[in-house]
């Protein structure tokens, strides 16, 4: 097998560990051809790239995530291999491409939801135990809830979430939790905006959501009784942070029944726990000595 050879270029000696927008005559050579005839830096064919995976897509041919991604396939083939030597992505016993190791491990080291996982799982666990269904947790994200962890069993009601996932803030307990604690140009941005109908019961008109937002408030959770599926129910409590903000909502699904109600205070309790671990103990006040009393 004959020897890689290595050039020289702008930028120094070129190795098989450059990246491939570094090597001489590369169409992505950084300062000559960076960016593509749209103006597209390589950052953002990148992030394309990325976009094209999802909860439903884990894996893909190269073919389509040059579709989802917009990109010529031959560009797309070259970036891809980029990203498989980089541990970014990488190829399965299918040959189908997927999100690699090495970028889960960048997201585990910088999410900014570790220490809130980390607070809540204890009582995720224990709710789970409670109520033997899906106990989950959800962050506001632009204008949906993402779900940054959950537990379920197979016996669990039929649940639309997953780990990673999205679901619209209108139609979703925990969803309805964020928005009725959001700020007023998101809510206002909602409420002006077409509502998709899951169920018959799902809220797709302005009164019946400012109604139900104001309910939420009022009561400190929400109850969602078949607004994305009529045979389960979604019930949420808010998670606060030390300063009282809403940052996540800690949520149930169980089947959609008069026993549903009864997961009510085990629900609050837990986002109460949470949020006490979240905060951290009480600062102790110093003792005062004899003479200072």
């Given amino acids: 097998m004959a020897p890689r050879t290595r050039h020289r270029g702008r930028f120094g000696r070129a190795g098989p560990g450059m990246p491939v927008w570094l090597y001489p005559g590369s169409s992505l050579r950084r ?3 960076a960016r593509s005839t749209s103006g597209e830096s390589v950052l953002e064919r990148v992030v394309r790239i990325l976009d094209a995976f999802g909860p439903d897509t884990p894996a893909l041919q190269v073919s389509q995530i040059a579709t989802r991604a917009k990109l010529p396939l031959s560009t797309a083939s070259r970036m891809v291999d980029e990203l498989i030597d980089h541990g970014l992505l990488r190829r399965d016993a299918h040959r189908h491409v997927r999100i690699g190791v090495r970028l889960w ?8 939801t570790l220490g809130l996982r980390e607070a809540a799982l204890p009582f995720m666990e224990d709710l789970h135990a409670v109520t033997g269904h899906h106990v989950q947790i959800g962050v506001l994200q632009n204008d949906e809830v993402l779900f940054i962890e959950r537990l379920s069993a197979r016996s669990s009601v039929i649940n639309f979430t997953r780990i990673a996932g999205r679901l619209s803030l209108h139609a979703s307990s925990s969803g309805l939790v964020l928005l009725a604690h959001a700020g ?3 809510q206002q941005r909602i409420l002006n905006s077409p509502m998709e109908r899951f169920t ?6 302005e009164a019946a959501l400012r ?3 104001a309910r939420i408030r009022r009561d400190g959770y929400a109850f969602c009784s078949g607004y994305l599926h009529p045979e389960a129910t979604g019930i949420a409590a808010p998670i606060r942070d030390s300063r009282n903000r809403v940052i996540a909502a800690l949520s149930v699904v169980v089947p959609n029944d008069d026993a549903a109600r009864s997961h009510i205070p085990a629900l609050l309790a837990a986002a109460r726990g949470t949020h006490r671990l979240l905060v951290g103990p009480p600062a102790e006040q110093p003792k005062l000595d004899n003479h200072e009393q």
């Fill in 31 to 33: 300062g000559k051809l």
């Fill in 105 to 112: 491990e960048l997201g585990q080291r910088a999410s900014p």
């Fill in 184 to 186: 007023r140009t998101l």
């Fill in 200 to 205: 018959d019961a799902t809220i797709t008109t």
């Fill in 211 to 213: 109604s139900e937002l």
